[in-house]
Structures are given as C-alpha cells and as structure tokens.
C-alpha cells in the first residue's frame, strides 16, 4: 500500500512541475499549452503587480559615505545604494517614492559626529513623522510600520539647528519594503 501512495505522490509530483514549465513556455503551438493559458495567467496576476513580483518585492537600502554637516532643514541624501528593487529610492533627492499601495516598513539609523547633536525625522508628504535623535556618536534610530499609497514621498530631514553633523562610513543609513499589499 506505501509503494501506491509513493507512486501516487511521484505522478502528482511531476504533473505539478510539467505545468509549472508549461507556465514558462511562451510559444502557443499546442492544445495542451492552450488549456494551461488560464491557469499561467491567473499565476502571473497573483505573483506581479506593477511589473513588482514577490522576487522583486519594492525594497532600498541606502547609507552615507562620508560624514557632512547638515544645514537647517536639510533631506539626507544617501549616496551608497546596496539595493533599489524598483528604482524606489533617488539618491540625488533622498526621496523614496513609492510605487504601490501596501504596508511598509521604514527604517533609519543615523549617527551623531563628535560633541555635536543630531535632530532627524522621517517626513511623509510633507508631514513630520518618527524622529531620531543622537549626541556625541550615538546613534539615533526610527522604525516605523506604515500604511503607503502609491505616490507617497518619503525622506529623512535634518529638523534641528545648522551645521549639525551626520557621521558617513555607513553608519547613517535609510530603508524601507513592502510588507504586504
């Protein structure tokens, strides 16, 4: 009776992998390939969205490379990309914009320089969110769970008085991703 069920699972096994390579078949040449159209398609709508599919879920993380002073007001800029799933993140504006509705996680940590404080805050739409405080090389940390709307604008701005320095060496860094939709 196990060696039925074994054979059993094997033939389900493999009908279930035929099908998943069927899915990756672009030609249309046979009755076969024809039937298994909706199924592909219903496949695709459940793993992309926006041309994002679960393997290239919307993600950035960003840090600084060098320590600077920040003016009043100033947005971060993060120059070192280690990831940009969507191209969600400009490193020229320091703005994340993101690119479908969903639930997701924010997250900054920035490191004070020497004796100096450091006042920052995740702003959203214009909005103040979340800050992150540090002083004589600490560092200040935000993590927020937040529900987006395509569009939204985010960004790390420096809200305290001039001149207050941010250390670089990838210490300071910024990233977000979609948890769920």
Partial sequence: MTSAVSILLMIVVIQIAQIFAACQKESDTGFSENLL??????????????????KTRP???????????????????FDKIWLNNGGIYNPNTGVFTV?????YL?????????????HCHL????QSNVGAFGKEYSQGTLNAVMNLQKDDK???????GSDEPVTGAHWSMFSAYLISE
């Fill in 37 to 54: 159209d909706p199924l592909c398609k219903s496949r695709k709508q459940q793993t992309q969205t926006n041309g994002l599919s679960r």
């Fill in 59 to 77: 993600a950035f993380t960003a840090s600084l490379t060098h320590t600077k002073a920040l003016g009043s007001n100033e947005v971060m800029k």
């Fill in 99 to 103: 690119p479908m509705n969903g639930l």
């Fill in 106 to 118: 924010v997250s900054s940590s920035m490191m004070s320089y020497g004796v100096k404080q450091l």
């Fill in 123 to 126: 702003v959203k739409n214009g």
């Fill in 154 to 160: 985010l960004f790390i701005k420096q809200d305290g």
